[in-house]
């Protein structure tokens, strides 16, 4: 079974910084398009940023662009989300998603994606 695990949430300031990892087993993220979204209590889930196969494609939302960046190292079937300049409106529940494709665009539309991740807290204290 297709495992995606997330880690590197937790309790920070507002204006720090956190990295979170997105690693996958059973499952090549080197042929996948992987996503990052949050569901903060009582939001829609939203998407923060993806990353294409290729990493020559990244979305962000316009909450996040310019202080989120995402990447991907293949070698160790990870991909990061590096938050810095921290909001309180960045509280949530990350997760991360991933869709098998060899082709395309990076994508911020959670239909597209079949396999997510059980979600890391993020809390952003005023």
């Known amino acids: 079974e297709v495992q995606l695990v997330e880690s590197g949430g937790g309790l920070v300031q507002a204006g720090g910084s956190l990295r979170l990892s997105c690693a996958a087993s059973r499952f090549g993220l080197d042929d996948a398009t992987i996503g990052w979204f949050r569901r903060a209590p009582g939001k829609a889930r939203e998407g923060v940023s993806s990353?294409?196969?290729?990493?020559?494609?990244?979305y962000y939302s316009d909450s996040v662009r310019g202080r989120f960046t995402i990447s991907r190292d293949d070698a160790s079937n990870t991909v990061y989300l590096q938050m810095n300049s921290l909001k309180p409106e960045d509280t949530a529940v990350y997760y991360c998603?991933?869709?098998?494709?060899?082709?395309?665009?990076?994508?911020?539309?959670?239909?597209?994606?079949?396999?997510w991740g059980q979600g890391t807290q993020v809390t952003v204290s005023s």
């Open positions: 998603a991933a869709f098998q494709t060899k082709y395309g665009l990076a994508s911020l539309a959670p239909y597209e994606y079949s396999h």
């Open positions: 990353i294409n196969t290729s990493g020559d494609s990244k």
